[in-house]
């Protein structure tokens, strides 16, 4: 079963960068789309980014297109997703998840698995 573990999470004023870590066990990362997907209070879960198994393709939500960077490490079986530019807005439980799918799938579909998630607060 795979199994996602996030880190980097933390409190961080506007403006400022955060890198959240999602390090994979159980299988291979190399056959999983892996997502970051975030929950605010009183709020949806929302998609944030997804990259693909091979790592080519990656989406972004509108709201932080050029902002944020998705990235793959298949040696170390880890997913990051590199946050700059940071705004009160992007305050979340952010968290990691996959499937062995399609990055398509994966964002029409849903995750098979979940990590436990991470706190962004991102306050001055």
């Known amino acids: 079963q795979l199994q996602l573990v996030e880190s980097g999470g933390g409190l961080v004023q506007p403006g400022g960068s955060l890198r959240l870590s999602c390090a994979v066990s159980g299988f291979t990362l190399y056959y999983y789309a892996i997502g970051w997907f975030r929950q605010a209070p009183w709020k949806e879960r929302e998609g944030v980014s997804c990259?693909?198994?091979?790592?080519?393709?990656?989406y972004y939500v509108e709201s932080v297109k050029g902002r944020f960077t998705i990235s793959r490490d298949f040696a170390k079986n880890t997913v990051y997703l590199q946050m700059n530019s940071l705004k009160p807005e992007d305050t979340a439980v952010y968290y990691c998840?996959?499937?062995?799918?399609?990055?398509?799938?994966?964002?029409?579909?849903?995750?098979?698995?979940w990590g436990q998630g991470t706190q962004v607060t991102v306050a001055s």
């Open positions: 990259i693909s198994r091979r790592g080519v393709s990656t």
């Open positions: 998840a996959g499937a062995e799918t399609t990055l398509s799938n994966l964002r029409e579909v849903g995750p098979d698995y």
